[in-house]
């Protein structure tokens, strides 16, 4: 197939994705990767080397983005419930799904690690999309949750760029130089925001994507992965883009606009219909390993730290997205897991996406809070210090 059909059939799909996302109020990412799917096994769309790279790109981009949403402030004042919660959020489902995939399954040890780490995600877009349509991200309860968040989906990058990683001298030349441009991002990109900022050509955007080739590349090099850079780059520039909402809106048009589709419809094209119904029951079983244990791992410390809310919490915890997608692309790109075991862990991320999500919102939405009825719930961000 052609690469100008395939661009043209993409740029459809993402087109047509941003109009039923308008009407329906479903997810945009959700939605791509269901046209993805029907490009890829409706339309003979294939993946190419251009549309590989633009995906990985995509996946930096939004690892960038999900760190940049961290409050720095929170996760110091929840630090314990935070840790707590978000850390047996990760080991639940990342032991549980590698011990399944490699003992039940039979999985090699490599693509069980993946399944692991897939599985282990939550979706910080996911989370953060609810807690601001609902307003709880004013309120305690939404602070502990994006805390937590933050704590899984670090355990994620983590594992990602660590387990995988083969150890050289150009591994640490990438390690070196990560570190010193983490170091020096919050010094300098001020700087050059305030000096180059506010241009139609935008400078301070082209700088960002700049480093994200950096890191690239430099992983490339170092046979690592840049999630973590990324997602840290993101995290140490969190305060200057909570006070700088305009370079953060723009930043976000240019990614959604046309750069992060093509991460979640490449995501759905490598998806195999006829090998998730070939594995459906695989399907089914992951999809409730991965909710089994994110529960058994979650709702304890929730019951303990958000009585009330834990339910609510524990649900919203359990879902998965653009790290999971982020992880099953990396296993399959680098032949750690096959086409067949791909579909199935990114149909697990989906489901995991929505399913719990609907519930915790139908069933189990805290009310009481919004309504004031909890003391230690009722303090609006900028006021009173919770």
Not at 102 to 126: E, K, M, P, Q, R
Not at 318 to 340: C, H, K, N, P, V
Request: hydrophobic share 55%; net charge positive.
């Amino acid at each position: 197939m052609d690469d100008q059909y395939i661009a043209l059939i993409i740029g459809l799909l993402i087109f047509l994705g941003s109009l039923i996302s308008v009407e329906t109020g479903i997810s945009v990412a959700l939605i791509e990767i269901t046209l993805g799917v029907i490009g890829g096994n409706f339309l003979k769309v294939s993946s190419t080397p251009w549309l590989t790279f633009l995906a990985g790109f995509g996946g930096i981009l939004l690892t960038f983005l999900a760190g940049a949403e961290v409050d720095l402030v929170i996760l110091r004042e929840k630090a314990k419930e935070s840790l707590l919660i978000g850390g047996f959020s990760f080991f639940g489902p990342f032991l549980g799904a590698i011990a399944y995939c490699y003992w039940i399954s039979h999985w090699t040890f490599n693509a069980s690690l993946i399944a692991g780490i897939a599985l282990s995600t939550t979706s910080l877009a996911v989370v953060y999309a609810v807690l601001v349509e609902t307003g709880l991200t004013n309120y305690e309860i939404g602070k502990i949750i994006m805390a937590s968040c933050f704590i899984t989906d670090l355990g994620t990058a983590l594992a990602l760029s660590l387990v995988f990683a083969e150890f050289s001298l150009l591994t640490l030349l990438f390690a070196g130089v990560s570190i010193f441009v983490i170091f020096f991002m919050p010094k300098i990109s001020p700087l050059i925001f305030r000096r180059y900022g506010e241009r139609v050509i935008e400078p301070e955007i082209k700088f960002l994507f700049f480093i994200f080739f950096l890191f690239i590349y430099l992983s490339k090099l170092g046979s690592s992965h840049a999630i973590l850079p990324a997602f840290i780059s993101g995290l140490v520039l969190s305060n200057y883009f909570s006070k700088n909402r305009l370079l953060q809106r723009k930043l976000r048009t240019v990614a959604f606009a046309m750069i992060t589709p093509f991460f979640f419809i490449n995501g759905g094209i490598n998806l195999s219909l006829k090998m998730l119904y070939q594995n459906f029951t695989l399907f089914v079983i992951l999809f409730g390993v991965k909710q089994v244990t994110k529960i058994m791992g979650i709702y304890p410390f929730a019951r303990r730290f958000v009585k009330k809310e834990a339910m609510f919490t524990t649900l919203l915890m359990s879902t998965g997205l653009t790290m999971g997608t982020i992880s099953s692309m990396y296993g399959f790109t680098s032949g750690i897991i096959d086409r067949a075991q791909f579909s199935v862990l990114v149909s697990v991320v989906v489901a995991s996406a929505v399913i719990p999500t609907f519930i915790a919102q139908r069933w189990f939405y805290p009310n009481h809070v919004i309504n004031g009825e909890n003391d230690s719930e009722n303090q609006r961000e900028g006021g009173i210090d919770v």
